[in-house]
């Protein structure tokens, strides 16, 4: 069997569609088509069926991925070895972050790796973890992020490693009632006016568990998913808001720690199967690493 071809049955696994697979690899439907059909020939199985008006994969076709994740998985180890032959780890690292992420690690990430032959191409996605193997289809590394109560993101055909613990705080306008106090509890929020997220966050999350721990509906007035709006709303009395940690930065917010309920998202590095064995990829996690440790210890 092909690995090109193994490839775009991957691709296709990942994509969902042979319209999307066609158009990330520059090709016509088709050619994905036509390609498809002689890896069929070649598995001696059938791998797609129809669904409607689109197609999926099989039995056959879903273990074949799983087995095509292996071999690709070995390429990216062979390559990994010539790569050591070669004495430092070099070549181009697709990451891609949520944004709050990117904008507390890059920072420290980008420096790191200046001088050291690999180059980061980082993109900004809204990187939940539902995302994470949709994304893998284009991107090396994956900074995703995610309630500490969630299971983890690791799966066959997922590598995740847990990367830092961020906690969530309430943040509240300076001529609130609430301003001025280290603390608060749940309780103490059931009548507040909120400005949420949309749903899937980890931060939405936290909303559920508080309307779980009053008993109250919390009444949020907006969703917004851009932190640095959400801060200017309830810096101007609009509503309150919960934070994460790192990500607040207007200067005359106050933020009240959660009492009663443990309220945090954890940051998670997904990859491949295997693709840190390759060294240009190896050092980009290393840099993660440290960038989470130095603003932790801050």
């Known amino acids: 069997m092909g690995i090109d071809r193994l490839r775009l049955l991957r691709d296709l696994a990942d994509r969902g569609t042979i ?11 088709s050619a994905i088509s036509q390609q498809l059909k002689v890896l069929a020939r070649e598995a001696g ?6 669904d409607g008006r689109r197609i999926r994969l099989t039995d056959a076709g879903r273990a074949l991925v799983v087995r095509a ?37 890059l920072p420290h990430v980008l420096p790191a790796l200046a001088d050291s032959g690999v180059e ?15 994304l893998l289809a284009d991107y090396d ?9 969630a299971g983890a993101i690791a799966g066959p055909r997922v590598a995740a ?15 609130h009632p609430l301003a001025g106090r280290t603390a608060v509890s749940p309780q103490e929020l059931a009548d507040e006016d909120w400005i949420g997220v949309r749903g899937g966050l980890p931060v939405d999350d936290i909303l559920t568990t ?20 959400i801060e200017t709303l309830v810096a101007s009395g609009y509503g309150i808001a919960l934070m994460p940690r790192f990500a607040v930065a207007h200067p005359d917010l106050s933020v009240l720690r959660l009492t009663g309920v443990r309220a945090a998202r954890v940051y998670e590095l997904a990859t491949r199967p295997h693709a840190a064995r390759r060294p240009a990829i190896a050092a980009v996690l290393a840099a993660f690493r440290a960038a989470a440790a130095h603003v932790t210890a801050e």
């Open 141 to 149: 590394v994956v900074l995703t992020h995610r309630n500490e109560f």
């Open 45 to 50: 199985v059938t791998l797609l069926e129809p």
């Open 161 to 175: 490693q847990p990367l830092m613990r961020e906690p969530i705080d309430v943040v509240v306008a300076p001529n």
């Open 120 to 134: 980061v191409i980082a993109r900004d996605e809204e990187a939940s973890p539902g995302d994470t193997q949709r």
């Open 210 to 229: 508080i309307s779980a721990t009053t008993g109250v509906h919390p009444r949020v007035v907006q969703r917004l998913n851009e932190f640095r709006v």
């Open 69 to 105: 994740d292996e071999v690709l998985a070995a390429m990216d180890r062979a390559a990994a070895e010539m790569a050591h032959y070669r004495a430092s780890p070099r070549g181009q690292v697709r990451v891609a972050s949520f944004p709050s992420g990117a904008a507390l690690l």
């Open 19 to 29: 319209a999307a697979v066609a158009e990330a690899r520059s090709m016509t439907p």
